[in-house]
């Protein structure tokens, strides 16, 4: 089940492109469209891809970002006035609900202490694991035999 964005969501997105390209004298982000109008990204994000799907925008990406160019401005007329936008952004409003949440739980974490006490958990085992570590015998012991009894000598100290 796809989305199928409004006829009034996909001009203003147009229009926002527009006006940010005329401003700037190159194809804008979506991210600077969603800022433009002050919509939520993921949702100026959607209708990109919806209206890069009918041939109405292209979507230009390069390795460092994603610009928006306009094709065919005419499909957009064929859009219906209303569409089931209530249920995209009752979506929308969900996952920033959750993303809000996840973010709240790793700062409480991050506050209450649990990741240092992890760290100092783990940094306390490999102490114990290198105390109890003795290095293997091999064929070079007897080109480097001083160096080891040495060694011994400096634990005793």
């Known amino acids: 089940m796809g989305y199928e964005p ?23 982000t979506p991210e600077e469209i969603a800022d433009f109008l002050e919509i939520n990204r993921e ?3 959607i209708l990109v891809h919806e209206l890069d799907k009918k041939k109405v925008l ?19 007329e064929t859009l219906p006035a ?3 936008a209530p249920a995209v952004t009752e979506e929308l409003a ?16 991050l506050r209450g202490g649990e990741a240092e006490k992890r760290r100092r958990e783990r940094v306390a085992k490999l102490e114990q694991e290198f105390k109890s570590f003795k290095p293997k015998k ?10 080891s009894q040495d060694n011994d000598e400096d634990d005793d100290d």
């Open 6 to 28: 409004t006829y009034r969501e996909s001009h203003l997105v147009v229009a926002a492109l527009r006006i940010l390209e005329h401003r700037t004298g190159k194809s804008p």
């Open 43 to 45: 949702k100026v994000g």
């Open 82 to 84: 209303e569409g089931d």
């Open 138 to 147: 091999g064929e070079l012991d007897s080109l480097f035999g001083s160096s």
């Open 58 to 76: 292209r979507v230009l990406q390069s390795p460092f970002d994603v610009r928006v160019d306009i094709v065919d401005p005419k499909p957009l």
């Open 94 to 109: 969900d996952f920033a609900a959750k993303s809000k949440q996840k973010k709240q739980e790793m700062e409480e974490m």
